[in-house]
């Protein structure tokens, strides 16, 4: 049987010394030095840590999902402008032709009823130069402004032309009323 030899008090500070020296550089405390508070205050601290990972699982968990509810959303949207524009196409039939057999029935431009308005918004008629050579003779002949670049000014041989609705080289091209409706929200 081996002898059972007493540690010198010394030597067991010294040991406890080293080991809260090691401790310290860890930045730990030992663990006798822990208090009450210590040990409820780490305990709330890792049910913080835990939350926090749940949120993150949630937000991770949503950004999958919000790509998924998008491309429903998309969907779903394509199939309810189709549908508006059949309504629309269906309004279209059931009124006149143009603006102006439009204003000749209704008295003016557009209807408003409860849900809306619906009509034909006029566009100005353009001009188109289709031979620019032809177009200049007629309007030196006039003495209309000629740019220095050598082209007629469309709104000046629009104006010039009066009722008419072409020249040598030239031609006004009417565009049909655009038709509308606006929901009011």
Do not use: C
């Not at 508006?84 to 029935?105: C, H, M, S, T």
């Not at 409860?114 to 006039?142: C, M, N, Q």
């Amino acid at each position: 049987m081996t002898e059972s030899k007493e540690v010198a008090p010394e030597i067991i500070a010294h040991v406890e010394q080293d080991e809260a020296d090691f401790l310290a550089a860890w930045g730990a405390e030992p663990i006798e030095a822990r208090s009450e508070v210590d040990s409820r205050i780490d305990w709330l601290m890792e049910r913080i840590a835990k939350r926090r990972g749940v949120i993150a699982d949630n937000n991770a968990t949503a950004a999958q999902r919000a790509a998924q509810i998008e491309d429903w959303r998309q969907g779903e949207n394509a199939k309810i402008e189709r549908s508006v524009d059949w309504f629309n196409y269906q309004i279209r039939l059931l009124l006149p032709a143009d603006g102006a057999e439009f204003k000749d029935q209704y008295g003016k431009k557009s209807r408003t009823l409860p849900f809306g308005t619906v009509g034909f918004k006029a566009h100005p008629s353009t001009l188109e130069v289709f031979d620019e050579e032809r177009a200049l003779a007629w309007a030196e002949a006039r003495g209309l402004e000629i740019k220095t670049k050598r082209t007629v000014s469309k709104t000046t041989l629009k104006k010039a032309l009066g009722d008419e609705r072409s020249g040598d080289g030239f031609e006004v091209i009417t565009h049909p009323d655009d038709f509308f409706v606006r929901i009011d929200d």
